[in-house]
């Protein structure tokens, strides 16, 4: 399993980002797919998932900003972000499954601020 995050960036307050993590080494459109966070001394944090057929999960902190999405295509997995706020700040990760566990890759880091 290979997973590569892009996208992040330096962004202010109600600003908008699309982070993209390229998938390989195993069956991407046949697997459910996450988002989680991790920001400065807490704990992994899932935001976000897709099933197989496309059905998308949100946690409560991001839902109606963020949305998820994928392209069994180019065996790759997006986050669009928009209307972000300070607490948005973190290294974002794509996982396989639809948990936190299991291999991630080396993140991108989002950070919000004026």
């Known amino acids: 399993v290979q997973l590569v995050e892009s996208g992040g960036g330096l962004v202010q307050p109600g600003g908008s980002l699309r982070l993209s993590c390229a998938a390989s080494?195993?069956?991407?459109?046949?697997?459910?797919m996450i988002w989680a966070r991790q920001a400065p001394g807490e704990d992994l944090e899932w935001v976000s998932g897709?099933?197989?057929?496309?059905?998308?999960y949100y946690a409560d902190s991001v839902k109606g900003r963020f949305t998820i999405s994928r392209d069994n295509a180019k065996n790759t997995l997006f986050l669009q972000m928009s209307s972000l706020k300070p607490e948005d700040t973190a290294v974002y990760y794509c996982?396989?499954?639809?948990?936190?566990?299991?291999?991630r890759g080396q993140g991108t880091q989002v950070y919000v601020s004026s």
């Open positions: 996982l396989r499954g639809r948990t936190v566990q299991g291999p």
């Open positions: 080494g195993f069956i991407f459109s046949s697997s459910h």
């Open positions: 897709i099933s197989v057929s496309g059905t998308t």
